[in-house]
């Protein structure tokens, strides 16, 4: 079943979470790859310090303050996508950056895997943009996500760099 966009306007680290063990979908050609989301990170919010809305709204990051269930997607490094779906309350720039899907661990791995670009930044996720999310009723429980600091934010101090922002499945396997 097509995840809809009001499965995402909620609270981010509860979205986060529920992402785990739902598929992100991607059509090439006629052909769909379907892969389980293993790892997340989310970012929450202007006061977030590792989120690119920390310091306001720029030409990056304006899907980070879109309406939820669309695609913020940008380059890192000058060489890697990555994909992230905004959450919450359109205004509110939040976002959960997809880290591992199947065996794939890694956003720049599975972005270039899923040939997954600045085409898809703004849009909506839905099966007409060729990239959405389904959930193939896979039931997660507590138990199963890991909690973690998030990767590669260490800019962001002592504190935000530190928060469990990250979450990724235990020791599930992946159908």
Do not use: C, Q
């Not at 890697?80 to 065996?103: C, F, S």
């Not at 895997?113 to 429980?141: Q, S, V, Y």
């Amino acid at each position: 079943m097509v995840i809809k966009p009001n499965f995402f306007n909620k609270n981010t680290l509860l979205v986060a979470k529920k992402l785990l063990g739902k598929y992100l979908v991607r059509r090439l050609g006629k052909k769909e790859i379907a892969l389980m989301i293993t790892e997340v990170e989310a970012y929450d919010g202007h006061k977030d310090k590792a989120s690119h809305a920390s310091r306001g709204k720029t030409k990056r990051n304006y899907p980070m303050f879109g309406p939820a269930g669309h695609f913020y997607v940008y380059l890192t490094y000058g060489m890697h996508w990555m994909l992230n779906i905004v959450t919450g309350e359109k205004d509110y720039p939040a976002a959960i950056l997809i880290r591992g899907v199947g065996n794939l661990n890694g956003p720049g791995k599975l972005t270039k895997f899923l040939k997954i670009d600045k085409r898809f930044n703004g849009k909506k996720a839905e099966k007409k943009t060729g990239l959405w999310f389904e959930d193939r009723g896979i039931k997660i429980k507590e138990r199963d996500i890991k909690k973690a600091p998030r990767i590669g934010v260490l800019y962001a101090g002592p504190i935000w760099s530190k928060k469990h922002y990250r979450f990724l499945l235990k020791n599930i396997k992946n159908p």
